[in-house]
């Protein structure tokens, strides 16, 4: 059974960064796709940024620049470096793996950046 666990989310100021981890257990391929969705109050859940391998990698525009995804595959973690971060950043990060025609879910960290 896969899991997936979240950290590194926090308070911040505007322009600052923060470093989530989402720790992966079980049997992971180092080919399957992961990344970061996000979920502000009110607002739909949007694709943040994926990484197909630890290579392969695809940002939204809102962060291309500030946001950088890596992946660990010795270690079964994947990374995302955030900087520059605005207001508009604020949210919950839930990390995410899909493999096996399946999809595998973090329970979220919450982000919030104040102005």
């Known amino acids: 059974q896969v899991q997936l666990v979240e950290s590194g989310g926090g308070l911040v100021q505007s322009g600052g960064s923060l470093r989530l981890s989402c720790a992966a257990s079980?049997?992971?391929?180092?080919?399957?796709?992961m990344g970061w969705y996000r979920q502000a109050p009110g607002k739909q859940r949007e694709l943040v940024s994926s990484?197909?391998?630890?290579?392969?990698?695809d940002y939204a525009d809102s962060v291309k620049g500030r946001f950088t995804i890596s992946r660990d595959t010795a270690k079964n973690t994947m990374y995302l470096q955030m900087n520059s971060l605005k207001p508009e950043d604020t949210a919950v990060y839930y990390c995410?793996?899909?493999?096996?025609?399946?999809?595998?879910w973090g329970q979220g960290t919450q982000v919030t950046v104040s102005s």
């Open positions: 995410y793996l899909n493999q096996a025609l399946k999809s595998y």
């Open positions: 079980g049997a992971i391929f180092s080919i399957s796709s």
């Open positions: 990484i197909i391998g630890t290579s392969r990698t």
